[in-house]
């Protein structure tokens, strides 16, 4: 019995003393934190691809900026931000001096990302033409040519873009006017049909006749009956030039009254005449060069003096060659 209770009491000592350990070391700990917090403060290292980028205090509220920035909340038109590498935190304890440079490491991380902007590209045809910056505004476009009942408005629409590069953005007045296109009207006069408003043709054109001349009889309706075309006097042998590049589809006699005549096929359907030639220096079949030589000024076939007879068509449709000449 004895022994038992030696036991017991040798126990308890074993215990007491163990306590005293503890309540020791515990005490010992709170004094090193103690020194510890005087002159050391906790805080975040932040590494970015394994290089030491600074210390921030605020580990929470730099990723909210990171992750807000990675959104395109900062800056309009901004869809997103793309940043390979974020990153790293550790907590660790600096000198109570030490600098936070949390605006510091988030310039350093946007040095880091591609920015990839959001707007809207205004098509015709599938071509961007025009950009602006919101979908409200694409559509007010489109709804606006339609009022106006543009020629063209099956040919427009818009598509969202992302991209890499900010394009520069178009007023709406101006988008809308760039893309108006009056309706052709058309009306037949014979065997040929007449353009009565301008058609774009996508092409430029130079005068076939540059020196000497003088316009002696202009497109539209006179006493003898629809002119096609647009007169232009001069002497003899004058030199008449290609008004644009294309193929020659047409050379020689006329048995409708233009005498020694050339037609060119151009691009988007558009053709030139040149009748009442002297002479013709191409072929059917040749290519030429806007600008060339192609014949001579003269007075052959239904004409009653030296002139040339120029004609512009449009997918067979003879249009007034002063909208884009003289």
Known sequence: MFKILKSIKNVFAHIRSSLKLIIMIIIFAILIIGIISIFYKPTYSVTLNGEFIGYTNDKNGLQKKINEYMKGIETQNIAFVDIQTLPEYSLCFVKRDSVDNSEEILEKVKSLGTTYYEYYAILLEDEEKYYVPTKEEAEAIIDELKEKDSNNIKDISYTQVYNTELKEYTAQDQVVAGLYEKKKVYYSSGSYSIASAKIELGIDLIKPVTSGYTITSRFGSRSSGMHTGLDIAAPAGTPIYAAA?????????????????????????????????????VSAGQYVAQGENIAAVGSTGNSTGNHLHLEIRVNGSRVNPQYYLY
């Open 245 to 281: 590049s294309g193929t020659v589809v047409a050379s020689g006699w006329s048995n409708t009254g233009y005498g020694y005549y050339i037609i060119i096929s151009h691009e988007n359907g558009v053709q030139t005449l040149y009748g009442h030639c002297s002479a013709l220096y």
